[in-house]
């Protein structure tokens, strides 16, 4: 999925839940990599499932509401973003997660400030800065540049 061979990824993905047909990685690996190839429809309802197996509520999925951002559904990915903006005063919220609904909403200043929240706070998601394509839509901001080159990947 990183490689952006999102065709080989369903097939991967699709081998490997005829196996494990409940495997919610798979089923977020494979949802995203329908999101990637603009299958909106098939992309929400795989992850779905996938936060059904993990038991997430999709009422807080800042996936699903990174992908309502992109499909135009703003006040659907405001309402979640919302929720996680309130559930974030109660205990920690990785800001990483907050800043693609940021970047989904093509806000990217408050993207940036998330993602160096992030950053400052040790974020898994620095990791994924170079590859996700979710971060495409920010990557030659110069806000992003100067966090790739902090976090060593530039």
């Keep these: 999925m990183s490689a952006r061979r999102y065709d080989l990824a369903i097939a991967q993905c699709l081998k490997g839940l005829e196996l494990h047909p409940d495997d919610s990685n798979l089923n977020h690996i494979l949802g995203w990599a329908y999101v990637y190839k603009g299958m909106y429809d098939k992309g929400i309802e795989t992850i779905t499932k996938s936060h059904a197996v993990d038991g997430v509520d999709p009422d807080f999925s800042p996936d699903l ?90």
Excluded: C, N
Aim: charged residues 25%; without cysteine; proline residues 4%.
């Design 65 to 154: 509401a990174y992908i309502h951002a992109i499909t135009g559904k703003k006040d659907e990915a405001r309402k979640i973003l919302a929720r996680l903006l309130a559930l974030a005063k109660e205990g920690p919220l990785d800001p990483g997660l907050l800043a693609l609904i940021y970047v989904g909403l093509d806000e990217r200043k408050q993207a940036l400030t998330l993602l160096e929240q992030a950053y400052r706070g040790h974020s898994p998601m620095m990791t994924w800065l170079k590859v996700d394509a979710r971060f495409d839509a920010i990557r030659q901001e110069p806000g992003f540049q100067d966090l790739m080159r902090g976090v060593g990947l530039i």
